[in-house]
């Protein structure tokens, strides 16, 4: 595997990796995603290796790859993190900007800096990726020593991981991290049987509540279609990308995905790809897009070119929740939202 070396440890070496291609992806894999049961998309090497050949970050991007790999002597990799130098903080959903101006008035210069992230993914998950056994701890360890070797070695100004766990934010206290806590609201599901099942759950008045609102969102003759894997068409990402633009224009300005990014995840990752598209009159008027991880179901993106009341809520949270407790998957994260989504 080619890349800069950094620094050696007794029986494995630590390399700065500039692009994914480099890392082979079963081996990327084994460390990413151990066990099937937690399965995590976004730090998959098909994920990860689709930003960087769509282009989304790379040159030009200010997110430029950095990623660290644990060799051993013997060739095979122990350990890994996605790293970028970022030049700005944007598409990282952690709004550190009145750090970086704190920093520089100072003295400092806050940008480049060195993040530890799946980039435009406000996703919890893991960001030091270690082989099970005896040496993982000690492997977590010394990527984090490596990031900030690296963040010193390339004039980065500080280390920062993002959507990390509390007990790897204990961990990273420990080696003289500071923390930073925000919060994130999931729904779970409690070994429910059918969406009547967790709507039981609910007073009285609630769960009519829910029941209109559903039947309101497909009343103009509005069809729901769930489309996976090898089932969703280069169509039906023309007519997602469009939904996800029209957001992305209004919300942020300047999209962060681009229309092949979506083409090369749903050849590389299909099974992990579900699409809920609303049609009305033959139509694709809505859609959102969900990763499927081991044990959730992530929403991600959602977009429509009309607009019908409770159509975001039956397309993002309502059939979101009728796929996770149908499939008996454990939650449903949709991001970077308020307590009022779910």
């Known amino acids: 595997m080619e890349g800069n070396h950094l620094s050696r440890s ?5 390399k700065v990796v500039a692009a994914l291609s480099a890392v082979d992806a079963s081996a990327w894999n084994a460390v990413a995603n151990p066990d ?15 930003l960087e050949q769509a282009k989304c970050v790379g040159p030009g991007t200010g997110w430029t790859p950095r990623h660290l790999v644990i060799e051993a002597d013997g060739g095979g ?8 130098a970022k030049n700005h903080s944007q598409g990282e959903y952690v709004f550190d900007h009145s750090w970086a101006d704190a920093y520089m008035q100072a003295g400092g210069r806050y940008y480049p800096k060195l993040q530890i992230a799946v980039p435009f993914t406000p996703v919890p998950g893991p960001r030091l990726l ?39 934010q204990e961990r990273l206290a420990a080696l003289g991290f500071l923390r930073r806590t925000g919060q ?12 009547e099942d967790f709507l039981a759950t609910f007073a009285s008045r609630k769960r009519k509540a829910v029941r209109k609102e559903r ?4 009343s103009a003759d509005i069809e729901i279609e769930h489309v996976k894997g090898s089932d969703i068409t280069e169509a039906h990402w023309d007519a997602f990308f469009e939904f996800y633009m029209d957001t992305g224009n209004r919300k942020w300005g300047r999209p962060y995905l681009n229309r092949t990014f979506f083409s090369l995840i749903g050849r590389a990752m299909p099974e992990q790809c579900l699409l809920v598209m609303a049609k009305r009159a033959g139509r694709y008027i809505a859609g959102a897009l969900n990763m499927i991880g081991g044990d ?26 009728e796929y996770a407790i149908s499939h008996k998957l454990a939650r449903v994260e949709a991001g970077a939202q308020g307590e009022h989504k779910l």
């Open 77 to 84: 990799i122990e350990a890994a993190a996605p790293c970028y």
């Open 296 to 321: 959730c179901l992530y929403g991600r993106y959602w977009g429509a070119v009309e607009h019908h009341p409770f159509l975001h809520f039956e397309v993002c949270y309502y059939q979101a929740i």
């Open 215 to 218: 039947a309101e969102a497909v």
């Open 36 to 50: 099937p049961a937690l399965y995590n998309p976004f730090v998959s090497h098909e994920f990860l290796s689709a």
């Open 10 to 14: 007794p029986g494995v070496e630590v």
């Open 184 to 195: 994130q609201f999931h729904w779970t599901n409690q070994g429910f049987s059918s969406f």
């Open 130 to 168: 270690t082989r099970p056994g005896a040496t993982s701890a000690a492997n977590e360890q010394l990527l984090a020593a490596a990031a900030l070797e690296l963040a010193s070695q390339a004039g980065l100004s500080s280390v920062h991981l993002t959507f990390i766990d509390r007990a790897l």
